[in-house]
């Protein structure tokens, strides 16, 4: 993962459907074991640029509240929440949304259907200080 401003690039190996665990608190260059919570900013997703190429499949998310337990994002109607993508495009997500989460992957496909990459991938994602 790299960052750059207020996005960060993350990658889908090829042959792979699940992006490495993404740590937003840390974005904002602030550690979650500071003290002084009124300076930890806090990174929240708030959009997503996708690659010029992409092996067909909507994104899907894990979420973690402490980076080690992840579980399926699902919706208050217990749906899993899917964006539809295609390559080379880019997404607005509510940032409401994303909130809560500290901790995120991304995966190619649905939970019970995975799309792995035919190549790596890499995702910009575009962030949000939320002032956590």
């Known amino acids: 993962m790299s960052r750059h401003g207020n996005s960060a690039t993350v990658s889908i190996a090829s042959g792979a459907a ?3 665990a993404l740590n937003l608190d840390m974005l904002s260059g602030v550690s979650q074991d500071d003290n002084v919570v009124s300076q930890k900013l806090g990174m929240r997703l708030g959009g997503i640029i996708m690659p010029s190429a992409w092996t ?3 994104l899907t998310f894990q979420v973690s509240a402490d980076g080690t337990n ?3 994002l699902h919706d ?6 899917a964006v539809t993508v295609t390559a080379n495009n880019s ?4 940032l409401a949304d994303w909130i809560t989460f500290p901790y995120l992957k991304i995966r190619s496909g649905t939970s019970a259907a995975p ?3 035919a190549a ?3 995702l910009i ?3 949000r200080a939320t002032g956590v």
């Open 115 to 117: 799309v792995n990459q």
């Open 120 to 122: 790596t991938r890499s």
């Open 125 to 127: 994602l575009l962030l």
């Open 56 to 58: 067909a499949a909507s």
């Open 70 to 72: 992840f579980f399926d």
């Open 18 to 20: 699940l992006t490495a």
């Open 91 to 94: 997404y607005l997500l509510d």
């Open 76 to 81: 208050k109607y217990d749906s899993e929440v």
